[in-house]
């Protein structure tokens, strides 16, 4: 087996002619970095016009591997080798690496090359910028030395590793599907406990309920509203600010965040952030709801999010649970417009209706509550934890298989999942 430095078998961030051929109003796929995972979770149905994203985009077409390039994106080995795209071209984050093999290796091998353990830890070794905001160079992967096998090898190894990561993958969506029963299950929790003492909540209240405008619940100093409308590029050592797809993904942490300059954040100042705000996805997963951890203090917000700041009369886990209720989330739901973009503007969210007890059966009622989706919340974590033994293990047999530490001819996948079962 020989050593190859990368840049002798792909190109590495190389142009794409088949980007220039098209009329500017094509649409070809999009790729923003939440829609970037390996295997069947790549969301390609995104579309773009050519003239949207003729400048400021990565570009790339089928057969290409994309390698995030930005912490901690990178270090969770979401590389994929892209296909199926519009017309066989695509554009995308500018924090994706484009490598496009060449003769000598195989896309798939190409794949699991840079999948590896011992990839990964080099190139975060390699890392430059601050905290937090750090990228792989692309020097890096051109100099990346690849123990390269004969083809045919490559391709056997590739195969091995299709079909064990395959059932890898299956694992995974078993995991995902007992994590949604799980929330199913947690929501009807809600429903019934906070919404016992209100019968059919879409009749007649309890003489001590009312139906509560959201904004009549809310610190009135610090009113319901969305934050910055054009944040511009990442800056590293700028503020942190929080999207609509970061509640989504419980991204709500200062390495996970982008940021926008402090010059454009100081405009925004009535949006800021403070620990124990709630704020909810007001574009594309609408009603996702999180708590600003402490730490994010002094962040602000996107448009695609909006603040909710809880009144001191209120109890703030009560109201959190009882926005993630069925009768909150239909509310919400009912109120959301746009066909591409899908949303809710902030007045119609100021007053959606709460069905609202006094503060001493808010307490109780998160009491119980608490107390009784805690099952939940511990199987949840089971499932996160055994998500994270399993991801653990696909990347150790994909490091042992294209290093060559055993004979993938002779090798069984049969143990590579024991003990992730939920």
């Not at 695509?90 to 195989?106: A, F, K, N, S, Y």
């Not at 993904?249 to 100081?266: F, M, Q, V």
Request: positive net charge; glycine residues 8%.
């Amino acid at each position: 087996m020989t050593t190859v430095r990368l840049r002798h078998l792909a190109q590495v961030n190389p142009l794409t002619p088949a980007f220039d051929r098209l009329s500017d109003g094509d649409e070809l796929t999009f790729l923003p970095m939440e829609a970037v995972w390996p295997g069947s979770r790549l969301d390609t149905t995104r579309r773009r016009t050519k003239a949207s994203v003729a400048t400021g985009y990565t570009r790339f077409q089928d057969g290409d591997v994309l390698v995030p390039k930005i912490t901690p994106t990178f270090e969770a080995g979401r590389s994929v080798l892209i296909s199926g795209l519009l017309g066989g071209v695509g554009t995308g984050t500018t924090e994706l690496h484009v490598v496009r093999p060449g003769p000598q290796i195989d896309p798939r091998f190409l794949l699991y090359a840079v999948s590896t353990h011992s990839f990964l830890k080099l190139g975060q070794a390699e890392m430059y910028g601050v905290a937090g905001q750090q990228r792989v160079p692309d020097t890096f992967l051109r100099d990346l030395p690849v123990a390269l096998p004969p083809l045919e090898e490559q391709r056997r190894i590739a195969d091995f590793l299709d079909a064990e990561t395959a059932r890898m993958s299956t694992l995974r969506d078993s995991l995902h599907r007992f994590d949604r029963d799980v929330r199913e299950r947690e929501r009807a929790v809600l429903a019934t406990q906070l919404n016992a003492d209100a019968h059919n909540v879409w009749d007649e209240l309890p003489s001590d309920w009312r139906w509560t405008p959201l904004m009549h619940l809310t610190d009135p100093l610090r009113q319901i509203m969305y934050g910055i409308v054009l944040p511009g590029p990442n800056v590293p050592e700028g503020v942190p600010i929080v999207k609509g797809g970061d509640v989504a993904a419980n991204r709500l942490s200062p390495k996970s965040l982008n940021r926008t300059t402090r010059e454009i954040e100081a405009g925004y100042a009535r949006s800021r952030l403070r620990g124990g705000d709630l704020v909810i996805a007001i574009r594309g997963s609408v009603g996702e709801l999180a708590v600003v951890p402490d730490e994010l203090t002094g962040a602000n917000l996107t448009q695609d999010a909006a603040r909710i700041s809880v009144d001191t009369s209120v109890h703030a886990r009560w109201l959190r649970l009882v926005l993630e209720s069925p009768v909150m989330t239909h509310q919400i739901q009912r109120r959301v417009t746009g066909a591409t973009i899908k949303g809710i503007n902030i007045w119609d969210l100021k007053r959606v209706l709460v069905p609202t007890p006094g503060k001493a059966t808010q307490v109780a009622l998160a009491r119980t509550v608490s107390r009784a989706i805690q099952t939940h919340e511990d199987l949840r974590s089971r499932v996160a934890r055994h998500e994270r033994l399993l991801a653990e293990r696909r990347q150790s047999l994909i490091t042992a298989a294209v290093t060559g530490q055993f004979d993938v001819s002779t090798a069984s996948g049969r143990n590579v999942t024991d003990g992730v079962t939920p």
